[in-house]
């Protein structure tokens, strides 16, 4: 036995002695958790367009470009924000539809590109898993149409695509709608952003110092 | 260098080892006296305090996510045995490894290992003040290693070499000319401005380099999920993101108390904690992840969990309570007390109302007693805590247990305490010993009244009081003296 183990086990043993609750009893401790008070609000009562304001609103307020289009226009609404941005090559997820990689541009696949050329690329186009009103935030559980976690890292400007369809209200709306809970999961709010200097609010630290969102009124 | 850079050279020689560390009141005294800093500290709690007020008046469940909140954390702790092998077993299906450090030393020991394993001469660093508790970083550099710290505080901390005053905004007691001063001199940036925009350009340029190279990283968790083994971090700048991400290897240290039952916690905690840390509804950026994911992020990934003085914390029924925290630093922002005298004062990397509990513990009543006393009790902690700590119950707890430890009996004969009291509960048992006393008394308190009528110095018991401030003298009357002339005359 190596010094961990016997560090495993003496630790485990005083939190034992402590609270005196022992591994056999994981039955009463499954009903214990079932009975933990939640009476705090779960589902939202905004409407569809009352949702998709307040997305728009809060995601403003974290300094987020927003921009809203039917889903027809989509295409033509990717090709305005790249042109918008005046960089030129961008980074694509594996799965991002192919309808999204408008012509005119320099884009990079993610066919297991190395970390040298996301940090030289200018900027990354990705889905998303859900977005959350209440707090404006973006959450990616990085599917092949949302990408690697590095792609939305490295690059300084980020074209966020969103539809109405995946907004939520309240953040335990989100976690209804996560059947799993996700292997990775990044949830932005806003762009990068510090306060540790006299606590002023300065946007872009590491993280990609632009976000840029358009919402895809589908519903 | 200018005067207000000077200013902050008080506080160059806080110690934050509890064991080495000056009681309270005395620690805080170099601190009293020098307004710039104050001026910092009270700068920084306004701002955080008044943003965390707004947030939580707009949010119309707020006490009702506190009591979930709250019990969500009791329960974790009354089953921490089971949460943490579910975990550990978890976390280690999905390819990491996890070892368990019973102290300060063996945390350090594992760490070294795993860099040595690694052949790791550099390693970059999330904040995490659980590092900072167990002194991580000195003892890697003295191993050969170079430690870079990456989140913008602990920049200016490290290159300033200076200690932490707070555990959500550590730098907060530096201000921007003397961070301009710090970065100008370590980074050898002669023209910088001190516009916060350029320092932070500044920080970023800096560090850019070492997140592409540096392969090796150290960070710690708000949170680990015992159903999924997934750790949780929530952060601002996208630092932590780079280093969970870039690196080949990434070592997690986490206290054995940050377990959360399951991923479905997360929408209470998550709820909670950014309102209550930094006044957001949601901070910028909060990852989570799973042992390893092939193609994504590091390939090697341990997770260290810390006792190091937690376990025996939940033994005690009131005391149990410190270990729900998760860190907010809420009671910090709002406690008078802190907002006077800084985070160095209280000797340790967890400063204020929560490190005046946690400390003494973490310490086994050992060391830092002073800080039980720390408190003028009002409740302020108690009131803003996401998780419902009463922390004024746990101080009063932690004031009888200090009395009892240092409590001796074979000695109590020449205990001046002891002695005062059993002298006061005679002296108080008949009107005519009291009345007696306080005549006497009022002569002998003549010998230390000034010119002035203040009492600015006591001897023995009494400077206790004297030594952070003055007591009025005592006027020629009491009022009960007073009160019997009056009817007298009215004759």
Request: charged fraction near 25%; hydrophobic fraction near 40%.
């Amino acid at each position: 036995m190596n010094a961990s183990d016997q560090s495993r086990q003496n630790i485990l043993a005083s939190i034992r002695a402590a609270t005196r609750v022992g591994a056999t009893d994981s039955l009463q401790v499954a009903a214990d958790y079932e009975a933990l008070p939640r009476t705090y609000i779960r589902r939202g009562e905004l409407s569809n367009e009352e949702l998709c304001e307040l997305m728009v609103e809060r995601l403003r307020e974290y300094d987020a470009a927003v921009t809203e289009c039917a889903p027809e226009a989509l295409a033509a609404t990717i090709a305005a924000q790249l042109k918008a941005s005046g960089w030129q090559t961008f980074i694509a997820p594996t799965n991002l539809p192919a309808d999204w990689l408008t012509s005119g541009f320099n884009w990079k696949i993610d066919r297991k590109l190395r970390t040298e050329e996301v940090e030289e690329a200018e900027g990354v186009v990705t889905a998303a898993f859900c977005g959350i009103a209440d707090s404006g935030t973006i959450v990616l559980h990085h599917s092949e149409a949302e990408g690697r976690r590095l792609l939305s890292l490295l690059p300084d400007w980020h074209l966020c695509v969103l539809r109405a369809s995946q907004l939520v209200e309240t953040l335990p709306e989100y976690f209804d709608r996560c059947k799993e809970p996700p292997h990775l999961a990044t949830y932005i709010s806003g762009p990068s952003a510090t306060a540790d200097i006299e606590m002023t609010r300065i946007k872009g630290v590491h993280g990609p110092r632009f976000l840029v969102v358009i919402l895809v009124r589908d519903v | 260098m200018n005067e207000s850079a000077q200013g902050h050279l008080a506080s160059k020689h806080a110690i934050l080892d509890p064991a080495l560390a000056l009681p309270f009141p005395q620690a805080a005294l170099p601190i009293l006296r020098d307004p710039q800093l104050r001026r910092n500290i009270a700068h920084a709690t306004d701002i955080i305090q008044a943003k965390r007020a707004k947030l939580v008046a707009e949010k119309t469940d707020w006490w009702q996510l506190r009591d979930a909140a709250s019990a969500i954390r009791n329960h974790a702790l009354e089953n921490l045995g089971t949460y943490l092998e579910e975990f550990e077993s978890r976390c280690t299906a999905a390819g990491g490894r996890v070892h368990w450090a019973a102290d300060a030393a063996e945390a350090r020991r594992i760490i070294l290992e795993l860099l040595r394993e690694e052949k790791a001469s550099e390693v970059i660093k999330i904040k995490t003040m659980t590092s900072a508790e167990i002194q991580l970083n000195p003892f890697l550099q003295k191993a050969g290693v170079d430690v870079f710290e990456t989140d913008l505080a602990e920049i200016i901390l490290q290159l300033g070499e200076e200690e932490p005053s707070h555990i959500v905004v550590p730098a907060l007691h530096i201000n921007r000319e003397q961070v301009r001063e710090i970065f100008a001199r370590r980074m050898g940036l002669e023209h910088l401005s001190d516009d916060p925009e350029a320092l932070t350009a500044a920080a970023r340029n800096y560090l850019r380099q070492k997140f592409l190279k540096i392969p090796t990283a150290i960070g710690g968790a708000n949170f680990l999920i015992a159903e999924t083994g997934s750790v949780v971090v929530v952060e601002s700048e996208g630092n932590g993101r780079m280093c969970l991400t870039l690196p080949r290897t990434m070592i997690t240290l986490a206290g054995i108390e940050k377990v959360l039952p399951r991923f479905r916690d997360l929408e209470v905690m998550l709820q909670v904690l950014a309102r209550s840390a930094t006044g957001e509804r949601m901070n910028p950026y909060t990852s989570l992840w799973t042992g390893v994911m092939p193609g994504d992020g590091p390939q090697h990934f341990h997770v260290v969990l810390l006792d190091n003085g937690r376990s025996p914390i939940l033994a005690r029924r009131t005391e149990r309570q410190t270990l729900k925290c998760i860190r907010c630093a809420a009671c910090i922002n709002t406690c008078p007390v802190y907002r006077q005298t800084g985070g160095h004062a209280y000797g340790s990397v967890y400063p204020g109302p929560i490190g005046a509990i946690l400390t003494p513990q973490l310490e086994q009543m050992k060391h830092a007693q002073s800080l039980p006393y720390a408190s003028s009790l009002c409740g302020a902690c108690y009131e803003v805590c996401p998780v419902k700590i009463n922390i004024p119950e746990v101080l009063i707890e932690l004031r009888a247990r200090v009395v009892d430890e240092e409590r001796d009996h074979s000695k109590r004969l020449i205990d001046p305490m002891y002695v005062g009291m059993k002298l006061a509960n005679f002296l108080f048992q008949k009107a005519w010993r009291f009345h007696l006393a306080q005549r006497l008394g009022r002569i002998a308190v003549l010998i230390f009244t000034g010119h002035d009528g203040w009492i600015h110095s006591l001897p023995g018991m009494g400077a206790k009081w004297t030594q952070t401030r003055d007591l009025r003298g005592l006027p020629r009357q009491t009022f009960h003296e007073w009160w019997a002339t009056r009817a007298r005359e009215k004759k």
